[in-house]
């Protein structure tokens, strides 16, 4: 669904690519010379005003002469409003302004429009993948066990208890994304897509937890479980998904059912109005698409059937692998949200 709806909006030509390259064309064509200085700083105070110091070991000026002028600039910069700095690209490199249909400035750098989407509300919620195997039974049972101290751990605190346990759904995506990519390298072999898919979910849980962070500030002592547990947990998955690619991706799949469940308990204390239900953070409603006056109830809808499609590509995956086949083999479901 990123997929079609990135290229409906590019169609629509919703994204005006906005920005004149700044340096690169007097940087590359020059070497050295106060026309090539000039030229540089020219259009360094014109389009930005302030001179960051990035980079200024490669630039043309002779680096005191440079030095100076940064200085002075940044002092001139310190009068202005901090948001006018822009980190400064001496290869041309630059952030290109994206803009939204009507025209406003598009607000976020972690995502584009185009990695935007309307989530798959219809999706069955209560598909379960009945463990059968030794294998399915241990990964059903691990989830299990690790819900009761995070029951323990936050109680009926959903909103926290959210943006925590984002933090670890982040992870599987990701290093199962890595290591398809170095067997991809090792053997010489396309991936069919799994690459990509898997990195997409990465990401996709990532904005789970971006947005959750808009609604529940962690404490210190969150923080720290947090590195505790990445710590740990992403190293127990990499050697988990090396050692049984199938165990990995059940798991996923029962702690992605495990999510449907939390999100289905957080909507019911919404419902009973024990959370409030504040407006929906910026982010959310640019990210999945929501009408301005979503609320974190719809927010929760939406991420809950993102879980559900995660539920779906995992136990998916392992199913392949439990058919003595690579995931290769079936072409990934990219974009499946
Ligand atoms: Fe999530
Ligand atoms: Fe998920």
Not at 315 to 321: C, G, L, M, V
Request: aromatic share 10%.
């Amino acid at each position: 669904m990123m997929s079609r709806g990135g290229s409906k909006l590019l169609d629509n030509s919703m994204l005006a690519v906005l920005g004149p390259r700044l340096f690169s064309s007097v940087a590359t064509r020059t070497v050295s010379g106060e026309s090539a200085a000039t030229g540089i700083l020219t259009g360094y105070n014109y389009k930005l005003g302030i001179v960051g110091v990035r980079n200024r070991s490669t630039l043309v000026l002779g680096e005191k002469e440079q030095e100076e002028k940064n200085q002075a600039n940044e002092t001139a910069g310190d009068g202005n409003n901090d948001e006018e700095k822009r980190i400064v690209s001496y290869w041309g490199v630059e952030a290109p302004k994206v803009t939204k249909e009507d025209g406003t400035e598009w607000r976020w750098s972690c995502f584009r429009p185009w990695e935007t989407y309307r989530a798959d509300l219809s999706i069955d919620l209560k598909k379960h993948h009945a463990p059968a195997t030794f294998l399915d039974k241990m990964a059903f049972w691990t989830v299990k066990s690790l819900r009761w101290p995070t029951d323990l751990f936050f109680q009926r605190r959903y909103g926290c208890r959210a943006m925590m346990l984002e933090t670890v759904a982040a992870v599987p995506g990701m290093v199962g994304g890595m290591l398809l990519h170095c067997k991809s390298l090792r053997k010489f072999e396309h991936s069919g897509g799994w690459i990509k898919a898997l990195l997409e979910e990465a990401e996709n849980e990532r904005m789970h937890l971006m947005t959750f962070m808009e609604v529940a500030k962690p404490r210190w002592y969150e923080r720290a479980l947090v590195f505790t547990v990445q710590g740990v947990f992403f190293n127990a998955y990499f050697l988990g998904y090396l050692i049984s690619p199938k165990f990995a991706h059940r798991m996923v799949g029962y702690l992605e059912e495990e999510a449907i469940h939390s999100y289905t308990e957080f909507l019911k204390e919404l419902d009973k109005g024990n959370i409030e239900n504040v407006p929906a953070p910026a982010i959310a409603i640019d990210y999945w698409r929501l009408p301005q006056n979503s609320t974190l109830r719809d927010v929760v809808m939406v991420v809950r059937a993102d879980e559900a499609h995660h539920r779906d590509v995992n136990h998916f995956a392992s199913d392949i692998h439990y058919q003595g086949r690579e995931l290769r083999e079936s072409p990934a479901p990219i974009g499946y949200h």
